[in-house]
């Protein structure tokens, strides 16, 4: 049987959000103003941090390799030709969360869920991000390191995220506006908690989040 989860690119083809009657930005999620931004700066930050790595590993190098050969004229050269080849593969690989990233945004629109975030014990940096159905069961759950401001700023851990990408495989998440960014993964089901029941404490909170993933159309605004 044909799954009910739909890829969300420019196919035209009716995504999960869009049957619970949530949200889908009319445009593609790179198009949001400020998301190039975003990835230009993430991209500049990997990059500053892979020269200082290899400046630091280069300053390492040359110092092991001056307490051998005790002369400056063969330790830097022979230090430069050890550490270009892995630095070359490293600045590589750094790019490929920008690409991933960008490739995200460029083929899916925006999509806007009501969610529960939890804490997760066995990390101490990612969070567990549930999207809610509108009767408040688990419609998909991922797991990303959320930015530490976004997750002091959700009340209990309740509110409405937009989300690019096919919920399926990786995407996207980012706060109402479209900043700041994170990537999420879909949880596995060893990893998955149950969502709280619909009659649970708080579920009248959660009405009001559904409510407002229906009526959210900020980026009429955006774009």
């Known amino acids: 049987?044909?799954?009910?989860?739909?890829?969300?690119?420019?196919?035209?083809e009716r995504m999960?959000?869009?049957?619970?009657?949530?949200q889908v930005s009319?445009?593609?999620?790179i198009d949001t103003p400020g998301v190039e931004t975003q990835l230009q700066k993430f991209h500049r930050s990997r990059r500053r941090r892979g020269l200082w790595a290899?400046?630091?590993?280069?300053?390492?190098?040359?110092?092991?390799?001056?307490?051998?050969?005790?002369?400056?004229?063969?330790?830097?050269?022979?230090?430069?030709?050890?550490?270009?080849?892995?630095?070359?593969?490293?600045?590589?690989?750094?790019?490929?969360?920008?690409l991933r990233r960008r490739?995200?945004?460029?083929?899916?629109?925006?999509?806007?869920?009501?969610c529960?975030?939890?804490e997760i014990e066995t990390s101490a940096f990612e969070r567990r991000v549930v999207l809610l159905a509108p009767d408040k069961s688990a419609a998909a759950t991922f797991r990303g390191t959320m930015p530490e401001d976004v997750w002091l700023g959700m009340t209990?851990?309740?509110?409405?995220?937009?989300?690019?990408?096919?919920?399926?495989?990786?995407?996207v998440a980012a706060l109402p506006g479209g900043a700041p960014l994170w990537e999420i993964k879909p949880e596995?089901?060893?990893?998955?908690?149950?969502?709280?029941?619909?009659?649970?404490?708080?579920?009248?909170?959660?009405?009001?989040?559904?409510?407002?993933?229906?009526s959210v159309v900020l980026w009429n605004f955006l774009n």
């Open 1 to 12: 049987m044909r799954s009910s989860i739909r890829r969300s690119g420019n196919s035209g």
């Open 16 to 22: 999960l959000a869009e049957e619970y009657g949530y």
């Open 26 to 29: 009319p445009r593609p999620a």
């Open 54 to 98: 290899s400046f630091a590993v280069l300053l390492l190098t040359s110092g092991i390799l001056y307490a051998f050969f005790h002369d400056t004229v063969y330790t830097l050269p022979l230090a430069f030709s050890l550490l270009f080849p892995p630095a070359a593969v490293y600045l590589s690989v750094a790019r490929e969360p920008v």
């Open 103 to 114: 490739r995200t945004l460029e083929s899916n629109r925006w999509q806007v869920w009501p």
């Open 116 to 118: 529960l975030v939890e």
């Open 156 to 171: 209990d851990g309740r509110g409405v995220l937009w989300i690019a990408g096919d919920l399926r495989f990786p995407g």
């Open 188 to 214: 596995t089901a060893a990893q998955r908690s149950p969502a709280p029941p619909a009659n649970a404490p708080g579920s009248g909170h959660l009405d009001a989040l559904v409510s407002e993933a229906r």
